[in-house]
């Protein structure tokens, strides 16, 4: 079975980890561009390619990320790094260590992402030298 992105989500996912307003992205988008239209545009199931496109380099992500981020497949990853056999892991969380899961898959995502704008970086520096 596969399952659906939701890409508007996903924007709007992105879109709050760099703590930016819709009336923002709106504004770096161009003057076609609304906080309404952000709204709806965050509504959308499946955007097009061009917008995704133009909104990855607003929010300076690649735009895979924003066709391919699964929120329940992070967590679940997440999840199942804990092993039931692993004593310390087990003590760890008798001991009240707790967490929020989005906490951490916000927090992996950002170090993705600088990697992700590290070799963008270092492409772009290649790409300039020649």
């Known amino acids: 079975m596969n399952k659906v992105i939701h890409e508007g989500r996903n924007i709007k996912r992105f879109r709050e980890m760099m703590n930016m307003t819709q009336e923002a992205m709106a504004a770096d ?30 929010l300076k992500v690649p735009a895979e990320a924003i066709k391919n981020f699964d929120e329940e497949a992070a967590i679940s990853v997440i999840a199942n ?35 992700e704008r590290e070799k963008n970086d270092l492409l772009q520096g290649k790409q300039q030298a020649k």
């Open 29 to 58: 988008l161009g003057d076609d561009w609304t906080q309404k239209k952000i709204s709806l545009l965050e509504g959308k199931e499946k955007v097009e390619p061009e917008i995704i496109e133009q909104v990855a380099k607003v």
């Open 81 to 115: 790094t804990f092993n039931a056999n692993d004593t310390a892991t087990l003590n760890a969380v008798n001991y009240g260590c707790t967490f929020n899961p989005l906490d951490k898959v916000v927090e992996l995502y950002e170090r993705l992402l600088a990697s």
